[in-house]
Structures are given as structure tokens and as C-alpha cells.
């Protein structure tokens, strides 16, 4: 299974950007990259998914660079709701969650 | 789209008894699904890995006698949970891989998991 490492926690303050950063040093070749956005008591959601550079949707963007080892997840403007745990993960069969990262939006 | 649902949302049951958690993709057909647990606290540990038609693919450590799947459908799966414990209480979560689209990467997505306490 893949691992991915992550800050535990990071706080933030309502209106700013958010960049979450993820190691991944052994991603595979054909391994793609998500990011999933879990509250309490539910399944995580899915932000964005992405294999290079850089992918942008409505939620937010990804980026990755050349030797893909490494993203960073970016949420413009957070607001309190965006409070959650924010998983990467790499490749679409078995995935191995990491601990996650817990971001907090301050009012 | 890519919307999947698990029933129930939360059970309580008795020691001893079994319980009986369905995953269903609603608007697309799953290659694969997946379960996890989660404990209070703790991340998503998958436990195993089901095919439509084929036996379930357990992780170590993941009794397959006491954790039945059952693969029906390329839209259903179910998890049974035999002779429950109240270690056995948890939450439940499935995911379902869709057939991959142009530029997906084989995207797993989740349901809004089960609650499971074993009195």
C-alpha cells in the first residue's frame, strides 16, 4: 500500500488559502493522486484528483510537481465548513489512509 | 453523480447477533467496491477488497468468517458481521471504484458509512 505523510493539524482563518502539502516518495507510475475531505461521522468526500502539474476544479486545485513525490492541495477563501480532515492518496486500488490533516478555520 | 449510499446509517444490535451493512453505487457501476473501519479518533483501515462475482480479497489481520462480503451485483455489496462483539463496534464505511472515464484515475468514492454499536 502506498504511503502518503502529512502535517497532523493546521489552523487557518476564515477567508485565507489553505495549501495542505502530501509526500508520497514511492508513488507508482500509474498511480494518480486524490484528496478527500472528511467531517465527522461521515465518508470522505472527494475534492480533486490529479496525476501532474496542475488541476483546478470548482472546490480547488492541485498541484503537483515534476517528479511527483509530493502535492499540495490548495481551498481558496476557506470558510468555517471547510473544517475537516483532509486525507491525499495515491493510486485507485488498496489505499492506505495516513492520519490525515486537521485543518480548523478560525473565525 | 458517483453517489453511493450504505444501509443503515447506524445499528444497534445485542452480542452474538449479526449484522447486515449494504453499499450500493446509485448512478454507476463499480468495478470494485472496498470496506473500511474507523475507529474514534483514528483514520480508515481497509479491510477488504470485493469484485462482482468473485471472493472478497481480506487485509492481514481481518477475520473473512467474521466479516462476510458478499459482491451481488456491479452495483451492490454487502458486509455482514457475524456473531458481533462490542469490540466489533465501529463505523463502517464502503467505497466503489467506478469503470474508469477518460483521465480518471480509477476513482474510489464513499459512503456515508455505518455506525455500528454492539451492546
Known amino acids: 500500500l502506498a504511503k502518503t505523510t502529512q502535517p497532523i493539524s493546521m489552523d487557518s482563518y476564515e477567508g485565507q488559502e489553505v495549501n495542505i502539502t502530501c509526500s508520497h516518495n514511492n508513488i507508482a507510475t500509474n498511480d494518480y493522486i486524490t484528496w478527500y475531505q472528511q467531517f465527522p461521522s461521515q465518508g470522505p468526500r472527494f475534492i480533486i484528483q490529479?496525476?501532474?502539474t496542475k488541476v483546478t476544479n470548482e472546490v480547488a486545485s492541485l498541484f503537483i510537481p515534476a517528479d511527483r513525490k509530493s502535492s499540495t492541495l490548495s481551498l481558496p477563501r476557506v470558510s468555517l465548513s471547510d473544517t475537516a480532515v483532509y486525507y491525499c492518496?495515491?493510486?485507485?486500488?488498496?489505499?492506505?489512509f495516513g492520519k490525515g490533516n486537521q485543518v480548523v478555520v478560525i473565525p | 453523480g458517483a453517489v453511493v449510499s450504505q444501509h443503515p446509517s447506524w445499528v444497534i444490535c445485542k452480542s452474538g447477533t449479526s449484522v447486515k451493512i449494504e453499499c450500493r453505487s446509485l448512478d454507476f457501476q463499480a468495478t470494485t467496491m472496498f470496506w473500511y473501519r474507523q475507529f474514534p479518533k483514528q483514520s480508515l483501515m481497509l479491510m477488504a477488497t470485493?469484485?462482482?462475482?468473485?471472493?472478497?480479497?481480506?487485509e492481514q489481520g481481518v477475520e473473512k468468517d467474521k466479516f462476510l462480503i458478499n459482491h451481488a451485483s456491479l452495483t451492490l455489496s454487502t458486509l455482514t458481521v457475524t456473531s458481533a462483539h462490542p469490540e466489533d463496534s465501529s463505523f463502517y464505511i464502503c467505497s466503489a471504484r467506478r469503470f474508469p472515464l477518460a483521465g480518471d484515475g480509477e476513482t474510489q468514492y464513499f459512503g456515508p458509512g455505518t455506525r455500528l454499536l454492539v451492546l
Open positions: 492518496l495515491v493510486g485507485g486500488n488498496r489505499l492506505a
Open positions: 470485493s469484485n462482482e462475482g468473485s471472493k472478497a480479497t481480506y
Open positions: 490529479g496525476y501532474k
